[in-house]
């Protein structure tokens, strides 16, 4: 809360709006944790029993004023409706969440609110559209980019000899360093390659995520012992702009994310998702685990020299998602 509480002085004392672009001030972005614990605090107890437009209208003008942003005088008919601060409100009294009229952003943050049977603030969430789209069991919504190696690869690979021009930019030549244990492509491949050889605990066929996590934790052990957590962020390493895809068979699933997509990241707006390094890590199952036979690293800007997409997606205008009976737990 006090770093939420030093930025929202920042955005106050700022003279923007919600809807004006925060790509030059990335520190007045409020990240999703931060995000959450702010509106969790400021909208407990609103009551929101009014008319949908006048709901809406009250709504919206008490995440200004909790966000330290001038409420203004009509908002616009605007997607996201917080462009600056990328995300969207949704009320919801059920487990049913509906979105209208717009397709599942990977790089858009979803608040979504409950009330009570009294219309009564209790809870709010914070999530990114690819933690929506995971929720979608019903078929409706196709949400997951694919891809495959061009030809199945037999050994090691560095795809791209450096890294974009916006990470040499901000990273990589910036004086001061902005961070200073950040490590240039080349260099993130030769600590990787230290993995290769090794078995990755295997905790089961179908749990693929706790079996990437733990190639996420070596990961991170190997790069400097970073603490890693299950929270779902991208890229998984933000350290290191890293991305890690755990590969047992041919296709990578990438979620909503396209990889030389030049969309900011939701967390780091200075940065576009093809300016995440993707390490792809074959291997076969083993009765020990996954044995890590090799890692292939690429920017996203160079993936599909390597890489070959399998289509794009598929989204209906409107859909239901039932969110889990623990979402607001």
Known sequence: ????????????????????????????????????????KGLKGLVLDQPLRTRSKVLKSKVCSVLGYPVPKSFKKVQPRFPGQNFDTYVQKSNNLQIWNEEVSSSRRYVIIRVNEKDVVTKVRVVTGDVIAAYDTTGTLTHKYQAKAKTPPTESHLVSATDTANVTEKLITALPPAWPNFLVIEQLYEELL?????????????????????????????????????NGQFPDVKEHLLEIKLQTSPTIDLGLVCPDSTEPIDDLPMFRHCDVRYAVFYGPL?????????????????????????????????????LPGDFFS
């Open 286 to 322: 083993v009765p020990q685990g996954v044995r890590l036979n090799h890692v292939v690293l690429s920017t996203g800007a160079d993936f599909f020299d390597y890489f070959q997409l399998f289509g794009g997606l598929v989204m209906n205008r409107k859909y239901q998602i039932p």
């Open 1 to 40: 809360m006090r770093t939420g509480k030093s930025i929202v002085k920042a955005i106050s004392s700022s003279g923007l709006t919600i809807y004006d672009s925060l790509q030059d001030q990335p520190h007045l972005f409020i990240p999703n944790d931060v995000l959450e614990a702010l509106l969790s």
């Open 194 to 230: 230290k993995l290769v050889g090794t078995i990755i605990t295997n905790p089961g066929i179908t749990q693929e995520r706790t079996r990437g996590g733990s190639l996420h934790q070596a990961v991170c052990k190997t790069l400097g012992n970073l603490v890693w957590q299950d």
